[in-house]
């Protein structure tokens, strides 16, 4: 069992950055892919970005790319999500996610392939 605790969410204005914390409970986290997804309020849920155990790879949706970037520190058992260049359409509520399946990354844009979710952070962008 994994549980997460996501931080760093906030209120900013356009043009601004944030930089999000996701914390996990048990080493295992590092063994696993992490991704963020997030949900703006009556939309679906969608994929921001993901990062493979040993974070040698990533995957960002194209409405993100050259603006976020996610990293781990499996030292610290956290993933984080730079956000630069904030738009008032990248309001939401972020979550993070962890894989199942130690040492896989692939569909990683699937929210199916995440077992575990954090509560999440609210970002909030104003215009």
């Known amino acids: 069992q994994v549980q997460l605790v996501e931080s760093g969410g906030g209120l900013v204005q356009a043009g601004g950055s944030l930089n999000l914390s996701c914390a996990a409970s048990?080493?295992?986290?590092?063994?696993?892919?992490a991704a963020w997804f997030r949900q703006a309020p009556g939309k679906e849920r969608e994929f921001v970005a993901a990062?493979?155990?040993?974070?040698?790879?990533?995957g960002y949706a194209d409405s993100v790319k050259g603006r976020f970037t996610v990293s781990r520190d499996n030292a610290k058992i956290t993933v984080y999500l730079q956000m630069n260049n904030l738009k008032p359409e990248d309001t939401a509520v972020y979550s993070c996610?962890?894989?199942?399946?130690?040492?896989?990354?692939?569909?990683?844009?699937?929210?199916?392939?995440?077992?575990?979710w954090g509560q999440g952070t609210q970002v909030t962008v104003s215009s």
């Open positions: 996610a962890a894989g199942v399946s130690p040492y896989t990354y692939s569909d990683y844009y699937n929210s199916r392939n995440y077992g575990y």
């Open positions: 048990t080493r295992a986290f590092s063994t696993v892919s």
């Open positions: 990062i493979s155990w040993s974070g040698g790879r990533t």
